[in-house]
């Protein structure tokens, strides 16, 4: 069944219009993340972005064409990229193999029809569909889920698992883990894992949407653990190496569709 489309058009199950107004201040695109999603859109001079909200990790050195259902998230794009196309991935309004490769990042778990989106997508495309997603077989391995749990559990009943991704597909599907830096740009959750005070900012959180899908005295009675426990020293005897780790290989997959 699909989800009515909101105000400002958002396709899933939060409002952008309402939480999305600080997104890219707080999600920026990191360069790592950002060199292994371009690695696999290959030689592509031509590439599609389906949900691409503020333009995270869109290619400059090739012709763009980006769809996005949320008037919030267009309006954010930088001057310097194309505007987005008000399409949804279930419906998109191109011929078939229009483009050399497509792209769609952390924006599968808000689409009404996974099937339909990513046949959509390779319809659409005559190379290799990119999709950067969470694993939620993995969701619960972080630290945060020590304090909010219910967070975390939002996150893993929204995304659908990479076994039903790839059956999506058809053809070679390759599943690739994506390392989070240290000083990750791009405030997904698992970017502070090693940067817990960034948790009790709440506009960075509200750039992660699952925080928007949680009762607010649950986040009350988080932020008030992880403040005591910051304080104490608590966080930082248990989890205090991650702050000189450089990567952590959390939940973030590359799945890549070849025709």
């Not at 599609?48 to 008037?71: F, K, R």
């Not at 497509?102 to 996974?114: C, G, P, R």
């Amino acid at each position: 069944m699909s989800r009515e489309r909101r105000n400002d058009g958002s396709a899933g199950d939060v409002d952008y219009g309402e939480i999305g107004g600080s997104y890219s201040r707080y999600r920026q695109p990191d360069q790592v993340i950002e060199a292994q999603i371009h690695h696999a859109l290959g030689a592509a001079k031509t590439v599609l972005n389906v949900g691409a909200g503020a333009g995270s990790y869109e290619p400059t050195h090739c012709e763009v064409t980006a769809v996005e259902p949320s008037a919030s998230m267009r309006a954010q794009r930088p001057q310097h990229l194309v505007p987005a196309i008000d399409a949804v991935a279930e419906n998109l309004p191109f011929e078939d193999k229009s483009f050399d490769a497509s792209m769609a990042s952390v924006t599968v778990h808000q689409w009404s029809d996974l099937e339909a989106g990513i046949g959509e997508m390779r319809r659409v495309t005559r190379g290799p569909v990119v999709l950067l997603v969470c694993d939620p077989a993995s969701m619960m391995d972080y630290w945060l889920a020590d304090y909010i749990p219910e967070v975390r559990e939002v996150e893993a009943s929204r995304f659908p698992s990479l076994e039903r991704i790839g059956a999506a597909f058809a053809g070679e599907v390759v599943v690739e883990h994506v390392p989070v830096p240290l000083d990750c740009r791009d405030g997904f959750n698992e970017a502070y894992y090693g940067r817990p005070e960034a948790f009790l900012d709440e506009d960075a959180r509200l750039a992660c949407s699952s925080w928007s899908l949680v009762p607010q005295d649950v986040v009350e009675r988080f932020e008030a653990a992880l403040s005591a426990d910051l304080k104490s020293g608590r966080w930082d005897e248990k989890y205090g190496h991650l702050r000189r780790q450089p990567f952590f290989d959390g939940p973030l997959r590359l799945v890549i569709g070849r025709a």
